[in-house]
């Protein structure tokens, strides 16, 4: 049982997924970031690559990736920088980020240094279904990583299906068809999420893009297994002169 499956059927309900760049805001503060989500009550770590055209993201992901890139965050320090992570962080930690930087890499060394470094899951948004069957799946099921689709309130239900017959760990339900850091009304989303509940999907759902506050999170996990959270909280990482004081206080606000 994968550290992700774990996780949901001990807990099942009210998830929090914590979305950081690594690299982000100083090249060496990925680690310390992590530590700080686990010790202020995260469930799970969505650590993304930096990479210099990321499709899904708003500006304040693509700014952080940007810094990331120009602190000497590539795929090789990740890995270097993740090589003891499992000394010291135990939440389930899944690698976001987009298939180019990981080709260059080399698919199958990825997912072998993924695996070997403690990592659970991969989320490649641009990853296509079909090549994600004929290419890659054998790949990513030999090193035991979980693989996570994207749905939108625009997936049809014959796709969402198959989605979530493809996808393990859980099913990643983007809120609205948007950027990260768009502004969501839970309510307006309550339909689309009521709907996917009466599909009896296979893998629990965690949604995404717009939850930034208690509020929102509240608002998600009334119809979800849980929430993803990003551009607020790299906004509160900007400017911060102390990562773990951030962490908490933006964390406490959501959580108690």
Known sequence: MSRITE???RKKQRILNVYCTAGFPELNSTLTIMQSLQENGVDLIELGMPYSDPLADGEVIQKSSSRALQNGMKMKVLFEQLTNMRETVS????LMGYMNPVLQYGFDRFCADAAACGVDGLI????????????YEDIIKKYGLDFIFLITPETSADRIQKLDELSSGFLYAVSSSSTTGSNTNMSDVSGYLKQLNSFSL????LVGFGIKDKQTFDGACAYANGAIIGTAYIKALENATDIREATQTFLTNILH
């Open 124 to 135: 490649l948004p641009d990853l296509p279904e079909y090549e994600f069957e004929n290419e």
């Open 7 to 9: 996780l949901f059927d």
């Open 91 to 94: 939440v389930p930690v899944i």
């Open 202 to 205: 296979k893998n629990p759902v």
